[in-house]
């Protein structure tokens, strides 16, 4: 904690309190809604450290770095939130928090689908993650290795080189050789508010609530 304090007019606040006037002065100057931010590839949910990592991922390292600078390094953790908002086999994926510097605030949503790395974080996240970015770059069958793992369970030299890349063990209905690279970037964040919701729970969501209304909502199917 930071343990700075102001002096001014003889009334002492200390930094939290700071931020929240900021965050008030902040939300009444900018008359612009939070954009709503999709534009990454998934979410990967992994052990590393001692916590549970939530990490969207990114395709470009760059565009992680200046997404991290931009945006997310201005969150207040306590502020952060994530809601995971269950359909039958997806989920939403949303995630905002006050920024410092509300000017370059962005909230994130995804729809994705339900997997076995996602049910795990479900149950055993235990209240808190961190949050990461991740780097995911995806792997062409030339630049693989031979024992390179495609997302259909078998190897690169298992796939036809010559034929569209399609898998050659019979019963696999793989049709073309995908593999990915993940980093994780070294920067995170604490979340502490983490919650699973159903759709007829969203309008009692502030965050879930605006990001249906913006994305599901006022949108024609
Ligand atoms: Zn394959
Ligand atoms: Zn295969």
Redesign the pocket.
Known sequence: MCILKLRYKGITINSDQINKLHLYFGTMSSQSPIPWYDDFEGVAYRYYDLRMNVAPLITDRKQADSLWHDSIHWWVDPSIKIRFVEMENDYWFIMGADSQKPDTNLAFFKILPKSENYERFKAGHGGEAYLRLGVYTAISLDDAKKNAV?????EAQ??DEGDD?V?LFND?S?K???SYDMNFRKRKKTITDIKFLEEKDVKNDPLAWNCFTVNKYSKPE
């Open positions: 495609c997302n259909c369970g078998h298992d796939h890349d898998c696999c793989c073309k050789f995908s």
